[in-house]
């Protein structure tokens, strides 16, 4: 099977040469084509061009080849949401209110809210449940432009419910179009029976749940939350390390809530990403552009909650490349819309239109270790990408906050309906 699609307004972020990732100064460039075309051959982008050098193919002469017309509409490479907690039981639009009336996050979870409300109500959802709520989720965020998410643990905050989670991941990847990439979060936050005991909690998770995670192969990476009242960076080293052990590359939570020491341990393990950082300052800019780790930034995280924002654009003109993702989850960010999070990190992070299109593809792309395959347009990479209705420039989609501005959906090759 292959798809044809023909006088493509615009093509937006092709490459001629993969990148794995784009940095700095060059995150406000993209290369993109005007009236174009884009052949898709199975599963894979096979050629893209003008129009004009269409006339010297032979693809309209293919029998089998679907061929589309995107007369006045772009073509975007599908969004890559490398930050989420989709699987999740219930909601928490009652912290909504407490938050509203102005409660802080860290004063919710100590009233045993916050993670460890959704770790209760987990505890209490059957698996067949969670993944009924979590496959919606799913379908809403494809239908909303994103063809590859990263998904957490973490609300289990035991053996069996951790592992009750991973496996409801392993079911969404085997049943969606969707590339997922499962992390391993067991600590997000410490128990209410291991209150006063946080060591011994840390010891739980690397002793106890650990291994029965790798056993089953249930986790591609493993994360840490270390910030403050949450865990220490000895603790978040610790965790780490055993994951190392086990082969799970490490992504962080760090400094949301201060400057935690979280971006340097996570550099210490080679984090694919450190995600969060509303606290940073140059020491940890210096860090961070010394390695390979993808500083990622949550604007739906910080918006909802009322934080300080991450000094996104002192980090790019510093050389650092900005990854963006959604943070999907009940608490702190219950939206998982990442033209969305563009128009947040437009309008509170002074980011450009090309700066934010790079941060929610291909450097998310990267932070989930699939920049080889996914989040560009490239020959040879996995045929997911997004039709829009008739826009007039790149700058509408983040303009056009509140607007559903994408026509069609195609992921491996495949419309999705």
Excluded: W
């Excluded at 006063?196 to 291994?211: A, D, G, M, R, S």
């Excluded at 437009?346 to 270790?369: F, H, P, Q, R």
């Amino acid at each position: 099977m292959s798809l044809l699609i023909k006088n493509i307004k615009k093509l937006v972020q092709v490459e001629n040469q993969k990148q794995l990732k784009i940095s700095g100064n060059e995150m406000s460039k993209i290369n993109s084509i005007d009236n174009a075309f884009l052949y898709i051959k199975e599963d894979k982008i096979f050629d893209f061009g003008t129009m004009q050098e269409l006339k010297n193919k032979d693809y309209t002469k293919i029998t089998d080849a679907k061929i589309i017309d995107a007369n006045g509409k772009m073509v975007f490479p599908s969004f890559v949401d490398s930050h989420t907690h989709i699987v999740y039981a219930g909601s928490r639009e009652i912290e909504y209110v407490d938050k509203i009336k102005g409660l802080s996050y860290e004063e919710i979870a100590k009233r045993g809210g916050g993670i460890l409300n959704s770790a209760k109500l987990l505890h209490n959802t059957s698996e067949d449940e969670l993944y009924e709520q979590a496959l919606k989720r799913i379908n809403e965020i494809i239908k909303q432009g994103t063809g590859a998410v990263e998904i957490k643990s973490g609300y289990g905050l035991n053996s069996e419910n951790e592992i009750k989670m991973l496996r409801v991941i392993k079911r969404l990847k085997e049943n969606t179009s969707i590339k997922i990439k499962a992390t391993f979060l067991a600590a997000h936050a410490v128990p209410a029976e291991y209150k006063e005991k946080q060591e011994e909690y840390v010891n739980y998770v690397i002793n106890e749940t650990l291994p029965v995670v790798a056993a089953e192969e249930l986790a591609d990476y493993i994360d840490v939350f270390c910030d403050k009242g949450f865990f220490t960076v000895e603790q978040t080293d610790r965790v780490l390390l055993a994951g190392m052990k086990y082969g799970l590359r490490a992504k962080i939570h760090a400094n949301e809530l201060a400057n935690s020491g979280g971006v340097q341990v996570g550099v210490k393990y080679n984090a694919l990403s450190v995600d969060h950082l509303e606290y940073i300052e140059d020491k940890e800019i210096e860090v961070l552009l010394n390695s390979e780790t993808m500083p990622t930034i949550l604007p739906g995280a910080a918006f909802f909650l009322n934080l300080k924002y991450s000094p996104a654009r002192k980090m790019i003109d510093a050389g650092l490349p900005i990854a963006i993702a959604s943070d999907f989850n009940p608490g702190s960010s219950p939206s998982g819309n990442m033209k969305l999070m563009m128009s947040l990190a437009c309008v509170n992070y002074k980011l450009v239109t090309e700066e934010v299109i790079n941060a929610t593809t291909i450097n998310t792309a990267y932070a989930m270790g699939i920049s080889e395959e996914y989040g560009s347009i490239a020959k040879g990479k996995v045929a997911n990408i997004f039709i829009t209705k008739e826009i007039p420039s790149i700058e509408f989609m983040p303009y056009a906050y509140g607007s559903n501005l994408i026509d069609m959906v195609i992921l491996n090759g495949e419309e999705i309906s």
